[in-house]
């Protein structure tokens, strides 16, 4: 857990001014407080709460994966990023959107509960323009958006998280008592981040993402046939995913199945812009090199 808030502290301060000691603070208290009588224990995870366990996944990807240093290109992503969570069902979370370029080579996305989302520089060098970007960043706005990471979580998990907040409530606690608490809190965090970096998502969870992501970018004035014709290139190039988030993602083919009837329900479409392409190659240009 140490080597967890350390993370915190160090890198996730892209996200916020706040130090992760604060943070800490913030999710017990917020549990706690949030948790007035015994009988609330098994209470459903309040906004503020799924901000603090996404923070602590997103710090947990981090520690894998460094951050771009690339600032402009993180700030290009955030830019079309948020456009499409303001298009999505969920524009407002917590603690607001989040977008940042990691560094790996594997061809990537996490969506943290809350609104962090992490795309890898390998993921975008295989995209062809910006309309694509969008696809995938769409893809993993509607986990957030829909709290695919926080079904995760076992119940009685959460569950004995409360009891423990909920047993100290007006009390002072020992050091005893807080590492209870930190130990539970991490075994709640361990649940998420083994799905979001591990087995990934369900299969009806990256249906529903795929479909809701779709409508997502059309809504946000992208061409939502570009996240077809990037399946379309996975499928040419027969990319499989073996572990990781995307091995739970149907093959290329199935998805465009799918993707095909809700295109159908869509429109107008816009069209695949050029100056949005010429955007994208400017900005990813330097991976390349």
């Known amino acids: ?11 996730l301060m892209l996200f916020s001014s706040v130090a992760v000691a604060q943070d800490w603070g913030k999710i017990v208290s917020s549990t706690v ?45 955030n830019k079309v990023g948020l456009l499409l969570a303001n298009a999505s069902d969920r524009p407002v ?8 370029v990691i560094k ?7 969506a943290c509960p809350g609104g962090i989302i992490l795309i890898s520089d390998a993921l975008l060098r295989e995209l062809a323009n910006e309309d694509q970007l969008a696809a995938v ?14 079904n995760a979580i076992k119940k009685s998990r959460w569950t004995k998280f409360g009891f423990y907040a909920a047993g100290e409530v007006g009390k002072q606690y020992t050091s005893e008592q807080t590492g209870q608490l930190a130990q539970e809190f991490q075994n709640v965090v361990m649940d998420v981040a083994k799905k979001v970096m591990e087995s990934g998502y369900s299969k009806s969870d990256e249906k529903d993402a795929d479909s809701s992501g779709m409508k997502f970018a059309a809504a946000a004035g992208y061409n939502p046939l ?21 091995s739970s993602h149907p093959e290329p083919k199935s998805r465009i199945s799918i993707l095909d009837e809700v295109v159908s329900s869509l429109s107008p479409l816009s069209d695949t812009n050029n100056s949005r392409t010429a955007r994208f190659k400017q900005h990813t240009s330097a991976l390349h090199q």
């Open 93 to 100: 979370t917590y603690g607001g959107y989040h977008f940042a």
């Open 137 to 150: 960043l769409s893809h993993e706005v509607a986990h957030v958006a829909h709290r695919h990471g926080i």
């Open 33 to 77: 407080g949030g948790i007035q009588q015994l009988a609330e224990a098994s209470k459903d995870i309040t906004p503020s709460e799924e901000h603090y366990i996404g923070r602590a996944v997103a710090a947990m990807i981090l520690s894998k994966y460094p951050l771009s240093d690339n600032a402009a290109l993180t700030n290009y992503v």
């Open 1 to 11: 857990m140490k080597k967890v808030l350390t993370i915190l502290f160090s890198t």
């Open 226 to 246: 570009e996240m077809i014709g990037f399946m379309r290139m996975q499928a040419e190039k027969n990319v499989g995913h073996v572990g990781g988030p995307f």
């Open 104 to 110: 790996s080579d594997m061809p990537n996305a996490y």
